[in-house]
């Protein structure tokens, strides 16, 4: 029975990967879609299409799953975790991540909202006491080491397109995105755990809803319904696809994070950060910033974003390393 049960929480795990290795695909699709959009659309256009076109999709991938059933089997506290998830990803999160976008394009801003798993370490910390290493530590650093080192040699890549990013705003509109995109995993694990077993494609729609009636609210100030009346007819399919794969990626986040432990999705969920390049030089060549120093920060912080949230036991099986380098890496820094 126990290497059956073993086998079956294995089984999970592999399925978890997998779901998280899609959703890092269609996010990054999403992002270069959405990017496309606002070099000549506005951000409250994308989110206009985006956040209510999120809600139906996931409402209709409920229906095509046979899950609507399941809406009213939700315990309050988990509807409260999803809706507060909803909020803090899907208006504030993906508000500073398309003005980032925006601002200073897919490749600068990405490696700094990778930044997110660095802000959920923290408060997996500060708020279940979770342990902070030195293996995690080394991780962080690397993370703010590849964030830093975007910004390097960006003049001479301005010479080479019509492009000219706004750093210092876009910058802190991505690290805006880190903070929500990394608060809100812990959200949505939180509701699972409240709810075992619930239905990932009905979760989605309780987080969308409250989305949408958040967004809402932006619509009474002046002037919101002319910005999005005036939107470009070349822009539709843009902001309409995005709209579509990032339900269809955020779907994935929800099924990975109900079958397999946070720990287990972060590091996939961040070759996000290397589809994001590859797809931009293949549909936005033309609008972004790509150098040698882009590239290596890219990669340098997927590793730093792996190591902090890969477990010493499993890295030092996989590296075969000597017990002294093992204990050293997972010298508890802070943390229960």
Known sequence: MARRGRRVEGERHL??????ALGAFTFALNNVAMRRGVVTGSVLQGMAMTVPIGGLSFLAMTAAFGELGQLAAFPAV????????????????????????QLVGVNLSAPVVQLQVAVAMVLAVATLHEKFTVLQAIGSALMLGG??????????????????????????????AAVCYGSSPLMARQAFLS??????????CFAYAAATLCFSLVLLKPGSWADIKAMSRANVPWFLSSAVLVAISQAFVYASLAVAPLMVVTPILQLS???????????????????????????TAVLGSILVSLPTDELAKVLGLSPTIADFLRYRLAGG
């Open 195 to 204: 709810a075992p077993g619930s239905a990932t494609a009905a979760a989605g």
């Open 15 to 20: 399925l978890g990967v997998l779901y998280a």
């Open 273 to 299: 950060l290397v589809f994001r390049l590859l797809l931009s030089q293949c549909i936005n060549r033309d609008y972004e910033v790509m150098n040698t120093a882009v590239i290596a920060g890219a990669l």
């Open 78 to 101: 988990a509807i409260a975790w999803l809706a507060g998830q909803g909020v803090v990803h899907f208006v504030f999160g993906r508000y500073c991540n398309y003005k980032s976008n």
């Open 147 to 176: 964030s830093f080192v975007t910004q390097t040699k960006i003049g001479k890549s301005r010479e080479k397109t019509s492009f000219q990013p706004h750093i210092v705003a876009g910058y802190l509109f991505a690290f805006g």
